[in-house]
């Protein structure tokens, strides 16, 4: 067959040869070849001789593939292993697959080195690493979009991910090119990370599934349109491209893997594909037009900001805020636990310094809890809390500003007025706890309307029955039944209650105050 195509192509003139170089598309791969031959042999000048060549020697490659799709394996050890390491060394048309894989491989022992687990690491270390969290994601850290394509939970889910890449990098690079698979991988993992963002806010997502799926669904559309293959030459690929679609997305119905990602990929890859086959007339090639590409993408990235800013953001937004009152108010009870455990070195000043920076974190706090209220479109209870914890925020500033003001003038922090802003704090800490568990909140001017036991229950978070440690002005009240509370003090007669709990309890009480503690002042005192 090729004497004969080479013998035709020898008889052609020269506008005859260059007429079917136009056409190329419309021939056999084995006739374009003779021509090109002869084109070569007579010295013609042709335009885009050499890319016509290659795209003529890929078309021949896929359907030779098709013909013989199992070549012959490796057969010694050797063999095996260099085939192996290939997967990671960049070749000619297999380029940017090996940085990929390789790249992927060098974060993931990275992290490892730092500390992350390899077979399960945790949800903080992913999400510190760059994970997509959309309460991060969405409030001014956009880049985790990107981030999370290059960090995987776990050994296992990398080898799978690298495996599935090596694959489908293998078969679609050689086909379209470095710089058309790069885009590609990059927009559909991008749209993966997007898709999973819209479905589930609160998901830590991570991987290159997204990417992957893309690259399956792209490699599947372009060979269904491609135009020079027959429906027998592609029905082996296409089907076995879809079924590997088809059960990873059932397999992705389990608990714990991130579906939304998977199809979010997979769509964009789809489009993505059909799109090269628009531009290249339907037929594989390398070569595709700069500009053409570029414009390509920053349709696709405009697009994916549209729907990033379309993206509801009150709840993130609140999760983040409540994550950084958290991390403020652990930071700032620091000095309260050291003035507690060491009350007789306060007159010296030492704790100055660390109220002074508990003030600055509870004020912001207060303008972040403020701002959050200002959200239109906040669940009933989400206001709820962030009302509550606006209370307890601003007497907390008041509290320590109470006691800076107080060590500056060489006075006694733990005074009346001190404590009735602890109780108030923990009538609020208790309202907090009662809205989280689903019970009603607490009706703080009507405490003095219920039995004492009861008020002390309400206002301090302590069961009565598991005999907490009643001290009453400094005096220890051990071993007393709840109802006997009322033995000892009058309803009207209590200025302040604070309440101490757990290690804090036990270290100024011993091993007695393990139930906690109520520290009870009256007004004489």
Same mark, same amino acid.
């Given at each position: 067959?090729?004497?004969?195509?080479?013998?035709?192509?020898?008889?052609?003139?020269?506008?005859?040869?260059?007429?079917?170089?136009? !056409?190329?598309?419309? *021939?056999?791969?084995?006739?374009?070849?003779?021509?090109?031959? !002869?084109?070569?042999?007579?010295?013609?000048?042709?335009?885009?001789?050499?890319?016509?060549?290659?795209?003529?020697?890929?078309?021949?490659?896929?359907?030779?593939?098709?013909?013989?799709?199992?070549?012959?394996?490796?057969?010694?050890?050797?063999?095996?292993?260099?085939?192996?390491?290939?997967?990671?060394?960049?070749?000619?048309? *297999?380029?940017?697959?090996?940085?990929?894989?390789?790249?992927?491989?060098?974060?993931?022992? @990275?992290?490892?080195?730092?500390?992350?687990?390899?077979?399960?690491?945790?949800?903080?270390?992913?999400?510190?690493?760059?994970?997509?969290?959309?309460?991060?994601?969405?409030?001014?850290?956009?880049?985790?979009?990107?981030?999370?394509?290059?960090?995987?939970?776990?050994?296992?889910?990398?080898?799978?991910?690298?495996?599935?890449?090596?694959?489908?990098?293998?078969?679609?690079?050689?086909?379209?090119?470095?710089?058309?698979?790069?885009?590609?991988?990059?927009?559909?993992?991008?749209?993966?990370?997007?898709?999973?963002?819209?479905?589930?806010?609160?998901?830590?997502?991570?991987?290159?599934?997204?990417?992957?799926?893309?690259?399956?669904?792209?490699?599947?559309?372009?060979?269904?349109?491609?135009?020079?293959?027959?429906?027998?030459?592609?029905?082996?690929?296409?089907?076995?491209?879809?079924?590997?679609?088809?059960?990873?997305?059932?397999?992705?119905?389990?608990?714990?893997?991130?579906?939304?990602?998977?199809?979010?990929?997979?769509?964009?890859?789809?489009? *993505?594909?059909?799109?090269?086959?628009?531009?290249?007339?339907?037929?594989?090639?390398?070569?595709?037009?700069?500009?053409?590409?570029?414009?390509?993408?920053?349709?696709?990235?405009?697009?994916?900001?549209?729907? *990033?800013?379309?993206?509801?953001?009150?709840?993130?937004?609140?999760?983040?805020?409540?994550?950084?009152?958290?991390?403020?108010?652990?930071?700032?009870?620091?000095?309260?636990?050291?003035? !507690?455990?060491?009350?007789?070195?306060?007159?010296?000043?030492?704790?100055?310094?660390?109220?002074?920076?508990?003030?600055?974190?509870?004020?912001?706090?207060?303008?972040?809890?403020?701002?959050?209220?200002?959200?239109?479109?906040?669940?009933?209870?989400?206001?709820?809390?962030?009302?509550?914890?606006?209370?307890?925020t601003q007497l907390r500033k008041t509290s320590y500003s109470m006691m800076r003001d107080d060590i500056r003038n060489n006075r006694p922090w733990m005074h009346q007025e001190q404590q009735r802003v602890l109780w108030a704090i923990g009538t609020f800490v208790q309202d907090l706890n009662n809205l989280r568990e689903g019970k009603p909140a607490m009706a703080h001017g009507n405490l003095n309307q219920m039995p004492l036991p009861d008020a002390l229950e309400e206002a301090t978070g302590l069961d009565l029955e598991t005999k907490p440690l009643i001290v009453l002005d400094g005096e220890v009240l051990e071993g007393i039944a709840p109802d006997e509370v009322e033995d000892y003090v009058d309803h009207?007669?209590?200025?302040?209650?604070?309440? @101490?709990?757990?290690?804090?309890?036990?270290?100024?009480?011993?091993?007695?105050?393990?139930?906690?503690?109520?520290?009870?002042?009256?007004?004489?005192?």
């Amino acid at each position: 067959m090729e004497n004969s195509y080479a013998a035709v192509a020898s008889e052609k003139e020269d506008n005859q040869l260059l007429e079917i170089l136009r !056409e190329h598309a419309a *021939y056999e791969p084995e006739a374009i070849l003779a021509v090109i031959a !002869e084109i070569e042999r007579r010295s013609i000048e042709a335009p885009d001789l050499e890319q016509i060549k290659q795209e003529t020697l890929q078309a021949l490659e896929l359907r030779e593939k098709q013909v013989n799709p199992n070549p012959a394996a490796p057969t010694s050890f050797t063999e095996k292993l260099k085939d192996f390491w290939t997967l990671f060394v960049p070749q000619r048309h *297999y380029f940017v697959t090996p940085i990929l894989i390789n790249t992927n491989i060098v974060i993931f022992v @990275l992290l490892a080195l730092a500390g992350m687990h390899v077979l399960s690491p945790e949800g903080e270390d992913l999400v510190n690493a760059g994970a997509n969290f959309g309460p991060y994601t969405l409030t001014g850290e956009p880049w985790r979009l990107f981030t999370s394509m290059f960090l995987h939970i776990g050994i296992i889910h990398l080898l799978v991910n690298m495996y599935a890449l090596a694959s489908i990098g293998g078969a679609l690079e050689p086909l379209v090119g470095r710089r058309q698979f790069i885009i590609a991988y990059v927009l559909c993992g991008l749209a993966g990370s997007l898709a999973s963002l819209w479905w589930d806010q609160q998901r830590i997502s991570a991987g290159a599934s997204g990417a992957i799926f893309g690259m399956f669904g792209m490699f599947m559309t372009m060979v269904l349109l491609e135009r020079q293959m027959t429906w027998t030459e592609k029905k082996g690929m296409v089907l076995n491209l879809l079924g590997v679609i088809v059960v990873n997305l059932l397999f992705g119905l389990k608990g714990g893997i991130d579906n939304a990602a998977h199809t979010g990929g997979l769509v964009l890859g789809i489009a *993505y594909g059909a799109v090269l086959m628009l531009r290249s007339g339907r037929f594989f090639t390398q070569h595709y037009d700069l500009r053409g590409s570029i414009v390509t993408a920053a349709l696709v990235l405009g697009g994916f900001v549209g729907l *990033y800013l379309q993206i509801p953001t009150e709840n993130a937004k609140y999760l983040t805020i409540l994550d950084r009152f958290g991390e403020r108010e652990t930071a700032a009870m620091v000095v309260m636990q050291e003035m !507690e455990q060491n009350a007789s070195l306060i007159n010296g000043g030492k704790y100055l310094q660390g109220l002074e920076q508990g003030i600055t974190l509870w004020d912001e706090s207060i303008q972040e809890l403020m701002a959050l209220q200002e959200l239109p479109a906040l669940g009933e209870q989400q206001a709820k809390e962030v009302e509550i914890l606006l209370s307890y925020t601003q007497l907390r500033k008041t509290s320590y500003s109470m006691m800076r003001d107080d060590i500056r003038n060489n006075r006694p922090w733990m005074h009346q007025e001190q404590q009735r802003v602890l109780w108030a704090i923990g009538t609020f800490v208790q309202d907090l706890n009662n809205l989280r568990e689903g019970k009603p909140a607490m009706a703080h001017g009507n405490l003095n309307q219920m039995p004492l036991p009861d008020a002390l229950e309400e206002a301090t978070g302590l069961d009565l029955e598991t005999k907490p440690l009643i001290v009453l002005d400094g005096e220890v009240l051990e071993g007393i039944a709840p109802d006997e509370v009322e033995d000892y003090v009058d309803h009207d007669e209590i200025e302040a209650v604070s309440v @101490l709990k757990g290690e804090e309890a036990v270290a100024k009480y011993g091993q007695k105050a393990k139930n906690g503690v109520i520290e009870i002042i009256t007004k004489e005192q």
